[in-house]
């Protein structure tokens, strides 16, 4: 899944979120957020952030969220991000020689962060990943292949509990169907923490 079509089932799954009442039967503690949608989060085992960055932290460009060294590191070249702002703001980088992709994208309060993932995206997935804490932060990796090596895999992070922000990484032709592309998506989205932090002044 191409970060276009990953942003298209994210927004989907946030008008589904946005119509759709609690299903889980849990409790919802007084101290917690009402998210815009009209639902307290996190929902839907979503776990909590509990150190969450600024509210304007997915504010700046997401083509910033990388430096030149991270992408050669990641792409094996310091290539040009292309911005994308449908239907949420974006930015891809690909390699043309080897087809190797990174995308990030970032996905506002009214998104529910990955109380809406855990509800309506999850559902949809062939693999669902909770990951360790990537910076103290949760996230999740998924593909819409099953198995160890799909093509593409994603890697939603919460960086509060209405925020979050999406890596999508494709391997280099060669490598695609004999390397699992989760790793790498979750290394992208450690260097994207760490940019984020850094622009919140931690």
Request: aromatic share 4%.
């Amino acid at each position: 899944m191409n970060l276009r079509a990953t942003a298209a089932v994210l927004s989907l799954a946030l008008l589904a979120a946005a119509c759709s009442s609690p299903t889980d039967g849990t409790a919802t503690p007084p101290t917690s957020a009402t998210a815009p949608s009209g639902r307290a989060v996190p929902y839907g085992g979503a776990p909590k952030v509990k150190n969450p960055l600024p509210d304007n932290v997915l504010s700046s460009d997401p083509c910033q969220a990388l430096t030149p060294q991270q992408i050669t590191e990641q792409l094996g070249s310091a290539l040009t991000g292309k911005p994308d702002s449908d239907p949420v703001p974006s930015c891809s980088w690909i390699n043309a020689e080897t087809t190797a992709s990174i995308g990030v994208s970032y996905y506002p309060a009214r998104n529910d962060g990955l109380s809406n993932a855990y509800t309506n995206v999850k559902p949809q997935m062939k693999r669902w990943d909770a990951l360790p804490p990537i910076q103290g932060f949760p996230a999740v990796a998924y593909a819409t292949q099953p198995g160890s090596t799909p093509n593409t895999c994603n890697v939603l992070v919460g960086v509060t509990d209405r925020l979050s922000f999406l890596v999508d990484v494709a391997p280099r032709t060669s490598k695609m169907g004999k390397v699992d592309p989760c790793p790498l998506a979750a290394d992208v989205a450690n260097d994207v923490l760490t940019t984020l932090k850094q622009q919140a002044g931690r």
